[in-house]
């Protein structure tokens, strides 16, 4: 599983920002993908998640009515619409897989790769 996300960069408070992952090595229609962040100091938490056909999203309650997570498995790809930003969602992205189901914890994801640092401020 190789995972490789972009698209982050310094947004004002409010503003909105896409960032996205391509998936690289697997069947990327059978896997449900997420997204998790880690901020300065603090552990990797989860963000959003996708399951193989798109059908279901799960998010945190942090990050609920904010962000949309969505998928193109004709492109590979699994994007997060991130809107109202806020400071405190200051923190590198990154993007995860599961075989079959919705990875929505650290310990039943894989191939993180490397993140893409959004960071909120004026």
């Known amino acids: 599983v190789q995972l490789q996300a972009s698209g982050g960069g310094l947004v004002q408070p409010g503003g909105s920002l896409i960032v996205s992952c391509e998936a690289y090595g697997f069947t990327f229609a059978v896997y449900g993908m997420g997204w998790f962040r880690q901020a300065p100091g603090k552990k990797r938490e989860f963000v959003a998640a996708i399951s193989p056909s798109g059908g279901s999203t799960a998010y945190a309650d942090s990050v609920k009515g904010r962000f949309t997570v969505s998928r193109d498995n004709t492109r590979d790809t699994v994007y997060l619409h991130m809107s109202s930003l806020k400071p405190e969602d200051t923190a590198a992205y990154y993007c995860?897989?599961?075989?079959?189901?919705?990875?929505?914890?650290?310990?039943?994801?894989?191939?993180w790769g490397q993140g893409t640092l959004v960071t909120v401020s004026s």
């Open positions: 995860a897989a599961r075989r079959g189901y919705m990875p929505t914890s650290t310990s039943s994801s894989a191939g």
